[in-house]
């Protein structure tokens, strides 16, 4: 866990912006954030699809400063860099995650029916479409470049254009998903094995 000084710092990068993460890991069966800290307010879909391992693909709308009508937080739970994660279930395999620090919400991370991830300036955020946060810090790499990831997993990532960059998940049989970070961070869970990677080419796994 930070210092106080350093949770001071990440609100002062952050807290003026909604932090956006959008999450899209594709499996088949043979194959498959801003750097700066601050991110644009979008909305993306996708579609999932899972083969031989349980990785699974995730879509994450982030607003700030914005209540779950109708609900209220099922648990809060700490996070590596003092900030906590307040978890609200809103449906059957639907959760809302607000990432807060000193009252204010830096992030919101919202898992309907699949995981969600988010690069939040340096700690990496993992909600799981049963309520479930995984949180880290450190352990990045940054694309384009082959990297190697926990669990035995492997990265190719590649920058694709401006703020877009893809990155192939290999194993011992070849490529078994992929990640597309299209201007927005994404992420997904490889057999236990967290993973996000950011629009500016950063990737980080965590086991």
Request: charged letters at 15%; one cysteine or more.
């Amino acid at each position: 866990m930070r210092s106080s000084t350093t949770a001071r710092r990440r609100t002062l990068r952050i807290a003026a912006a909604a932090l956006i993460a959008t999450a899209g890991l594709t499996l088949t069966a043979c194959s498959g954030s801003d750097s700066t800290g601050t991110k644009a307010a979008a909305t993306s879909q996708a579609a999932t699809s899972h083969a031989n391992t349980d990785m699974g693909m995730a879509a994450a709308e982030s607003k700030a400063g914005v209540a779950a009508k109708g609900s209220s937080p099922v648990r809060t739970q700490p996070l590596p860099d003092g900030s906590k994660a307040q978890i609200t279930k809103l449906g059957e395999q639907h959760y809302r995650a607000k990432i807060v620090n000193r009252g204010a919400v830096l992030a919101t991370l919202e898992a309907n029916g699949k995981d969600t991830g988010l690069d939040a300036n340096g700690m990496y955020v993992v909600l799981t479409l049963d309520g479930q946060v995984h949180a880290w810090m450190g352990g990045e790499h940054q694309g384009p470049g082959t990297f190697k990831l926990a669990g035995g997993w492997t990265a190719k990532v590649t920058k694709v254009g401006e703020l877009h960059y893809r990155a192939q998940i290999i194993g011992h049989d070849g490529v078994v998903g992929t990640l597309d970070a299209n201007q927005h961070d994404t992420g997904g869970v490889a057999n236990g094995v967290y993973i996000v990677l950011s629009a500016g080419g950063v990737i980080s796994s965590h086991l």
